[in-house]
């Protein structure tokens, strides 16, 4: 069964200053990943997903991911945090069976921008 | 507004008893996903359908039951409601055209259930 790790449950950063959630996943084929945000009182939207190809991958607002397989990680960078980023950030693998999908999620990272 | 919407934002109820939470996918969507996020569990799938049929299940306990109607609007039902049962449920639709994990799925806001 997947399963994924987010070990911090809270970063602090300022603003300006650059951030990276880390997110460690077990599966034992090729992990469909995800990372999603969710902002306060809102439903989560997607950040970006890897898939294959390219293990550095871009997404919207600015962020990035990058696949390494070696350490069964798929780490999330922004390089200058706005104060909008405060959020909850989720990772997430999927799989895909013979009767469905589904998104197995981590425990998420809460996010604190200081001004 | 990712173009799913769900009803109610919030519930109040009591153990033992039942409600029922509606979910609209996204406009042509045919996948619709249950999840619940709750503080101990974190955020748990819990089934899917897509166009009418049960496609995958998840951690969903035996008291919830779940079905989507011809219309592809889909309602999560929740019975004999305990203290545990309080979380944020999330519904999210997909295209599913091939109903693959490949496809994004679009989240709602959500339906927040306090069990009292």
């Known amino acids: 069964a997947q399963s994924v790790t987010q070990p911090d449950i809270h970063i602090t950063v300022s603003e300006g200053a650059s951030l990276e959630l880390r997110c460690n996943y077990s599966?034992?084929?090729?992990?469909?990943l995800f990372w999603y945000v969710q902002s306060p009182g809102q439903g989560l939207q997607l950040l970006l997903k890897y898939f294959s190809g390219d293990t550095l991958v871009q997404g919207i607002k600015g962020f990035e991911a990058e696949f390494k397989r070696s350490q069964s990680s798929f780490n999330l960078r922004k390089p200058s945090v706005h104060w909008s980023d405060a959020a909850e950030y989720f990772c997430a693998v999927g799989a895909e069976e013979a009767a469905g999908n589904k998104l197995t999620f981590g425990g998420g990272t809460r996010v604190l921008v200081k001004p | 507004d990712s173009g799913v919407t769900q009803t109610p934002k919030h519930l109040i109820t009591a153990t033992g008893q039942r409600v029922t939470l509606r979910c609209s996918p996204r406009?042509?969507?045919?996948?619709v996903y249950w999840y619940q996020q709750s503080l101990d569990q974190g955020l748990q799938f819990l089934i899917q359908?897509?166009?009418?049929?049960?496609?995958a299940k998840g951690n969903i306990l035996e008291r919830f039951s779940a079905q989507q109607f011809p219309d592809l609007h889909s309602e999560l039902n929740l019975s004999s409601l305990e203290l545990g049962d309080s979380a944020l449920y999330f519904c999210?639709?997909?295209?599913?055209?091939?109903?693959?994990?490949?496809?994004?799925?679009?989240f709602g806001p959500g339906t927040r259930l306090l069990v009292l």
């Open positions: 599966y034992g084929a090729t992990p469909y």
């Open positions: 999210a639709s997909s295209v599913g055209a091939s109903g693959g994990i490949q496809e994004t799925q679009y």
């Open positions: 359908y897509y166009n009418g049929e049960e496609r």
């Open positions: 406009s042509g969507d045919l996948s």
